[in-house]
């Protein structure tokens, strides 16, 4: 392997891994304010790319406008899904709520199959994006070299708003116990809510930047980087922004090198992040960067 | 004591239950029969309750883990994956081997063993507890939705190495020409002794033991139950269970391909379990049939459908699954106990509702 | 002679010292309360001695041996039962198989000879059941035995969680705050019902416990817990004159 061939490696890792940070990063924020995992965030990703399909291709409209529309269409799908899924179980058994997430996931996708068909579509060409540059002998596409980028910039907006503002102060005292938050008049669902907002819009600027790279749409697409990501923010130490995004970093790092090293065990490259799950949970629960949590009995 | 006279009212004597019990389980068999003969119902119908049957046998062993443990787990289809490819890989007539391993010949060794369908399915069984005892002692430690998640990833992770070992499976091919069975009772036979042995365990002193982890598991842990071996020991009873069923399910199709045992199919089997009521054997059985069998009804929801030479737009292939996924999402939201809860069918049971739709139309005349 | 032995043990919760170098003695067949207000360590205590907790410092002895690093479940084979301070029952399950389950830890037969129902499994769980009726009758539940653990009044589920814990055949019986909620006469009974307890089983009582009129009567000994320091013990009397008693306990005492 020459030197060149390892940097682009490298920066397909980086860009992979920023992507990974992206989604995690609503796996982590939901799961610290409801203690659930959000099995159908990754859906919402995939209507996302989808949502992007029909506003190039099917209503022709430029790319910038688009973008925004897909934004706003997302967050408006993430927030209609904790409604209706989430909400309505507040106080019912945990086992009863992770069911739920499971059954919104599986709706998402049938439903994708049932109005998209199961045929791949194209994910539009953003030229901006596919565009492909060349630094130190190295080709690299736009979307590839500014994914790391968005990626560290909303990280700053996202660390902004909850260290920052009045809500984001609101949505740390629920994620540290959500029962006094309630009682000291915390308005619950509005929290919630923001949660959503944020994690939905996360996903769909990766959704946007994924199909860029990945120019493939598929009702299935957001299974394996839903449960990668859950698995990016658990590595980073659940309920932690920063660490959802170190944690995806290294997921896709590990990824794209094993396919690049090891080019004969390009077949479990799926498993890795199982793998790597699995090692997480045994050596250390909480994660990279994640408190130790005692339970009270 | 109201309470008590009123139970005492909606019993049924031990004779006249026996004697149900004995009508009931005549009909049962007959009809079983009368299929099997082919006196009544053609192959479709045979097909479908054969399904079912196996489908059954893996929602109760699913049930014995999430119902009655209380253990999330989502690993039943990468379980049932192992017992299928067990039974596929040393059931198919060694003659037939090279033409199913064309592109990637089969492991030298594996080519020369065939073996009959019940030792193959009792090893798939038994590779399959074994699988879920080496999975089990690392994730059984954690909390429920962490536990989901990583019996999620184990299963995808069974899928994947099984898709990559083509020399013992035929990887992405699959393994066809799988042996079929020459009679509905072998499906029906096993169901049966699956879901004795499962309700013996479940009312013995150890199945008390993994309802009180259900329970209370701290409470479990302090009254002296040993939370981890009881854990892995249901893990493991269920997954060998799941892993018969994926045997079954094998030379039901007469082939095996990878992706059949993936996440949705584990998806399958918990809308089974939720609608059966989770805790309840009976239950489970129930809605095993009556959703395996619904799906193949809900078929025509795929097919155009035209009524007075108009087309209904919404009728068309995928319809089926957006009605299915829609069912789970009402049931769990709307009806979280599903048809029987933690109850367990009983002709009292049965009494009980009958007779309270009388008086309910009686207090409503 | 000592049945439980606290030495030196400090639990720490990062910054939070929940209990300080504690040195506590339960000498066999006494009954010992654990006292002190709110938030003074008491339940970390008991969690420490039944292995939910391990110690950060010290060792925790029951008859002589270092039980501290076992888990919860070997602790209780071991002799050593407890309550829970909000009853922790398994409340869709019946009074009967309540304590059944306590029952389970010295089972012999294994899973598989249990399911099939063999000879010597039947045998062994006829017997359980008919230890298991014996316990409810001495402790007068018998008649509830079918009744769904929850649907029981209060009172009867603080007792039946007490009976068990007793059903485990553990020799020391650790009770966290029995007579929580109860009133000055149930409180009464409740005090009649541990003595009984104790000696017709042979026990040895540690309890935490805020009614002050329920531990000065059937103490032995009593423990004065306040921000995870012991600050005094001895028997009744010595404890209700301590200074540092009442000073722990200026204004609490009302509503203990």
Redesign the interface.
């Known amino acids: 392997m020459t030197f060149q061939t390892f940097l682009q490696q490298l920066a397909n890792g980086i860009s992979l891994g920023s992507l990974y940070a992206l989604i995690a990063i609503g796996y982590t924020m939901v799961y610290g304010i409801l203690?659930?995992?959000n099995f159908a965030h990754g859906d919402i990703f995939m209507m996302a790319a989808y949502f992007m399909v029909f506003s190039v291709v099917n209503f022709g409209l430029p790319w910038y406008i688009a973008s925004i529309i897909v934004i706003l269409a997302t967050v408006a799908l993430g927030v209609l899904l904790e409604k209706a899924?989430y909400s309505?179980?507040r106080d019912?058994?945990?086992?009863?709520i992770?069911?739920?997430a499971?059954?919104?996931s599986?709706?998402l996708?049938?439903?994708a199959?049932?109005?998209f068909?199961?045929v791949p579509k194209g994910f539009p060409n953003i030229a901006i994006l596919t565009k492909s540059v060349s630094i130190a002998g190295v080709s690299l596409s736009v979307a590839t070299m500014i994914t790391p980028v968005v990626t560290i910039v909303l990280l700053y907006v996202v660390m902004f708003i909850t260290n920052k503002t009045k809500i984001g102060m609101a949505m740390r005292a629920v994620s540290k116990d959500f029962e006094t938050a309630r009682l000291m008049g915390i308005n619950i669902n509005r929290v919630i809510s923001s949660t959503f907002v944020i994690g939905s819009a996360l996903a769909a600027v990766g959704a946007i930047l994924w199909g860029s790279k990945y120019p493939s749409v598929m009702p299935l697409m957001g299974?394996m980087p839903g449960?990668k990501c859950?698995?990016a923010a658990?590595l980073g130490g659940i309920g932690n922004t920063a660490g959802a995004v170190l944690g995806g970093f290294i997921l896709g790092m590990a990824e794209i090198l094993l396919v690049s090293f090891l080019p004969s065990l390009t077949?479990?490259r799926?498993?890795i992040?199982?793998?790597i799950?699995?090692v997480v949970?045994?050596v250390k629960?909480t994660g990279l960067l994640g408190e130790?949590v005692?339970?009270k009995? | 004591m109201m309470k008590n006279t009123n139970m005492n009212e909606n019993k049924m004597s031990k004779k006249t239950k026996l004697i149900l019990n004995i009508i009931s389980l005549i009909v049962f068999a007959v009809l079983i029969t009368l299929l099997d003969k082919r006196v009544i119902g053609d192959s479709y119908v045979r097909r479908v309750l054969n399904t079912s049957a196996v489908y059954a046998i893996v929602a109760v062993s699913m049930n014995l883990i999430n119902g009655f443990t209380g253990l999330f787990s989502l690993g039943q289809a990468g379980f049932m994956a192992l017992g299928a490819y067990v039974v596929a890989i040393f059931t198919v007539p060694v003659g037939l081997r090279p033409s199913i391993f064309y592109v990637i010949k089969q492991n030298p060794v594996l080519a020369q063993i065939e073996l009959p369908f019940f030792v193959a399915l009792i090893l798939g069984g038994l590779l399959a507890a074994f699988v879920a005892i080496l999975i089990g002692i690392p994730v059984l430690r954690l909390k429920s939705d962490y536990l989901a998640i990583a019996t999620l990833g184990f299963s995808e992770i069974i899928r994947i190495v099984i898709t990559n070992i083509q020399p013992i499976t035929n990887g992405a091919l699959g393994i066809n020409r799988i042996p079929e069975m020459p009679t509905m009772w072998i499906f029906f036979g096993i169901l049966i002794l699956s879901v004795i042995f499962i309700k013996l365990l479940i009312d013995s002193s150890y199945g008390r033991a993994f309802k009180a982890i259900r329970e209370d598991d701290i409470a479990a842990e302090a009254m002296g139950i040993n939370l981890f071996k009881h854990k892995v020991l249901s893990f493991a009873i269920g997954a060998f269970f799941a892993g018969i069923g994926g045997g079954l399910y094998a030379s039901l199709l007469g082939s095996v391909v990878p992706n059949s045992f993936n996440i949705p199919m584990t998806y399958n089997f918990l809308l089974i379990i939720v609608l059966g009521g989770m805790g309840s054997v009976s239950g489970t059985i129930i809605s095993s049939f009556v959703v395996t069998s619904g799906l193949e009804v809900l078929r025509f929801f795929d097919d155009k459908l035209t009524i007075g030479g108009v087309v209904i737009p919404i009728f068309r292939p995928g319809f089926r699954m957006v009605i299915f996924s829609a069912l789970l999402m009402i049931l769990v939201l709307f009806f979280r106990n599903g048809i029987l809860g933690q109850k367990e069918l009983s002709w009292d049971l049965i009494r009980g509702k009958f007779l309270r739709k009388k008086s309910d139309k009686r207090g409503a005349a | 002679m000592s049945v439980l032995k606290l030495e030196n043990v400090t639990m720490q919760f990062g910054g939070v010292i929940a209990n300080n170098n504690l040195n506590i003695d339960v000498e066999n067949g006494k009954i010992v309360a654990l006292i002190g207000p709110n938030g003074a360590g008491k339940t970390t205590t008991f969690n420490v001695v039944t292995g939910v907790y391990q110690p950060t410092k010290g060792n925790v002895y029951y008859n002589g041996e270092k039980i501290n690093g076992l888990l919860p479940d070997k602790i209780t084979k071991k002799g050593i039962a407890r309550t829970f301070q909000n009853i922790r029952l398994f409340s869709k399950l019946t009074v009967l198989e309540n304590i059944l389950i306590a029952n389970h830890l010295h089972i012999k037969s294994d899973f598989l000879s249990s399911t099939v129902r063999m000879p010597w499994a039947r045998k062994e769980e006829k017997a359980m059941r008919e230890k298991s009726e014996m316990l409810l009758n001495k402790l007068g539940l018998l008649h509830l035995k079918n009744e769904t653990s929850s649907s029981l009044p209060y009172g009867e589920q603080r007792k039946l969680e007490i009976a068990r814990a007793l059903a485990t055949d553990a020799k020391l019986l650790l009770l966290d705050e029995p007579a929580a909620g109860m009133n000055p006469s149930e409180t009464e009974q409740l005090a009649n019902f541990i003595h009984s307890i104790r000696d017709e089983f042979n026990l040895t009582i540690f309890m935490i416990e805020h009614h002050m009129d329920l531990v000065m009567k059937i103490s032995d000994k009593i423990y004065v817990l306040d921000f995870g320091q012991l600050i005094a013990e001895g028997t009744a009397d010595e404890v209700k004159n301590n200074p540092k008693v009442i000073e722990a306990y200026l204004g609490v005492e009302e509503d203990a």
């Open positions: 203690r659930l995992i899924a309505t179980l019912a058994p945990r086992m009863s992770m069911i739920s499971i059954g919104a599986f709706l996708e049938n439903l199959t049932y109005l068909t199961g299974v449960l859950f698995i658990v077949g479990y799926d498993a992040a199982f793998v799950l699995i949970l045994l629960p130790k005692t339970d009995v």
